[in-house]
């Protein structure tokens, strides 16, 4: 394998299947944790309402959204947001942290990729 384009494929096919083994471990983890009742799937929940503001932290997701220039991008900064937000107001702050770190690393991996030269 010399040809740097087929070098460079491999390795992107190989981030994409880390990628998506890392995403269906915490579908796993998130789906473990509603089953258990330690994960809220409320269409309000308190844990992502910005005091003070009467707004809740989709609001500023969404705002973020309409000038958002590249899709990944901004699914794995709006993720990271969100466990960001909510890690110590839940009770059990390790998992949202966790989930937080692989957005982030999503989102470095496909800034330097992206915007490499820019």
């Known amino acids: 394998m010399s040809d740097p384009l087929e070098a460079a494929l491999m390795n992107a096919k190989a981030e994409a299947e880390e990628w998506e083994r890392k995403y269906s471990e915490l579908v796993e983890v998130t789906a473990s944790r509603i089953a258990q009742g330690e994960e809220s799937h409320s269409p309000h929940p308190s844990h992502y309402v910005v005091p003070g503001l009467g707004i809740e932290l989709i609001d500023i997701i969404k705002a973020k959204g309409k000038i958002a220039t590249n899709c990944w ?13 909510r890690f110590d107001l839940r009770g059990c702050p390790g998992p949202d ?3 937080a770190m692989v957005y982030l690393t999503w989102l470095s991996d496909s800034v330097k990729m992206v915007h490499v030269g820019k």
């Open 73 to 85: 991008e901004f699914f794995c900064w709006a993720s990271c947001l969100q466990y960001l937000w």
């Open 97 to 99: 942290l966790e989930k």
